[in-house]
């Protein structure tokens, strides 16, 4: 019951801003032809009564079985429309703001008013089509972004460490995070960049986690293709937040466990060697370095803590370099730098850059910045890094603007 209210309450918003959007496209498009008048206005009410439509029918419908992609794609749209109708709502509201501040002095600083009527102020034909751009420009965005989430970006990236043993010296690592496989429908587009990634020739591959957004069912289809990653020292990887089925409603705790299970053999029938709160010697002419994988863990509340760096690290003290995999990039903040100072070098994801934002060179922005303060790239503090990947999938919103999928290699030295 209270979803349907809550469905129709929102209706009733859409319907009030759908209304004082069309004040500002009829402000703006009063000197067109009638026929593209009626072309533009048509064009607007039958986009937004269908959105309108679909969401009074959500209570009816089982959205949540239509197939992914389908829903992604609806949902972008939706929300789109919203956000940029919003915006258009507030130039409105300013030209209104100006408009009464305007009929004010008018009606109060004028001796008389003219027989037949007071004092009207004109709405803004610039700041009509200047909401209207905007909002217009948001939505074309967002579509445009559904056009990127195959577009795979290689960073390359050199780090120096002074207590890197010397055989390690030019050890080239691939990371990749965030695969999502669940939020893919081109698997041709998914190779393609397994093929970048293989074509770097690196000695390790390292995945630090959310292969799936819920089901292990959901990799099946893409697990030949991620079999294919192959290095000489190993394909390593943790599980992520998503990786656990948290976000699913299982029929019993048993469901949910045997998913988890199955997903854990998976990837190791894949070739990939996961790391559950433990770690691996890494050994290349005689010399030593460890590599460490944690369970997700988060420091923000709404994300749980299966991480136990306590055990992944324990026996690692004797090796001169320390590389350690952890989801969550909060975890570097929380406990990696003030409990474990000799951890050299932490690879993350978790972020995506929110898959939204500005990047070009010497300036990045996302929204996520807000939340999380290392949330894409590299970052250091002392002795000690931390990288951010980008993510190679995406999830929700099935597009990328500004911020790419990423294929991360690096190279120590």
Do not use: C
């Not at 979803?3 to 067109?32: C, E, G, N, P």
């Amino acid at each position: 019951m209270r979803r349907f209210t809550d469905s129709w309450i929102l209706i009733l918003v859409m319907l009030l801003i759908d209304l004082y959007v069309f004040q500002a496209l009829k402000v703006a498009f009063h000197s067109v032809s009638p026929k593209l008048k009626t072309v533009i206005f048509g064009t607007y009410w039958v986009l937004s009564i269908s959105a309108m439509i679909l969401l009074a029918a959500f209570p009816y419908i089982n959205f949540e079985a239509w197939p992914g992609t389908l829903r992604a794609y609806t949902l972008t749209i939706m929300i789109g429309m919203f956000l940029s109708k919003a915006i258009t709502v507030l130039f409105l509201l300013i030209d209104d703001l100006r408009r009464l501040v305007q009929w004010a002095i008018a009606r109060f600083t004028t001796s008389s008013v003219p027989s037949g009527g007071g004092v009207g102020i004109s709405r803004s034909v610039f700041l009509s089509w200047l909401g209207i751009a905007l909002g217009g420009s948001l939505m074309s965005t967002f579509v445009w972004g559904f056009t990127n989430k195959y577009n795979y970006q290689l960073r390359k990236v050199k780090l120096n460490f002074p207590n890197l043993p010397k055989a390690f010296s030019g050890l080239k690592i691939i990371q990749i995070s965030d695969i999502h496989s669940g939020s893919f429908n081109d698997q041709k587009a998914v190779a393609h960049g397994i093929k970048t990634i293989l074509d770097q020739n690196a000695d390790l591959i390292l995945f630090t986690g959310d292969i799936v957004n819920n089901q292990t069912q959901e990799l099946i289809p893409y697990k030949e293709v991620f079999a294919g990653l192959k290095a000489p020292m190993g394909v390593y990887s943790i599980l992520g937040n998503h990786d656990y089925g948290d976000y699913h409603h299982w029929d019993t705790p048993e469901t949910k466990a045997q998913n988890l299970e199955r997903l854990v053999d998976m990837q190791r029938e894949m070739g990939w060697k996961l790391l559950l709160n433990e770690h691996v010697v890494l050994e290349k002419d005689g010399e030593q370095i460890a590599l460490l994988g944690v369970e997700n863990w988060g420091a923000k509340a709404n994300f749980p803590k299966y991480g136990k760096l306590n055990k992944a690290y324990a026996g690692t003290e004797k090796y001169p370099f320390k590389i350690l995999m952890s989801h969550d990039p909060s975890h570097w903040d929380a406990q990696i730098r003030p409990e474990y100072s000799d951890i050299d070098l932490t690879l993350s994801g978790h972020t995506h850059g929110m898959q939204f934002g500005v990047e070009i060179p010497g300036f990045k922005w996302s929204p996520v910045q807000y939340v999380y303060k290392q949330w894409a790239g590299l970052y250091e503090e002392a002795n000690q890094k931390l990288y951010v990947n980008r993510g190679y999938g995406f999830i929700g919103y099935p597009g990328r603007v500004g911020i790419l999928p990423e294929i991360t290699l690096i190279e120590l030295a």
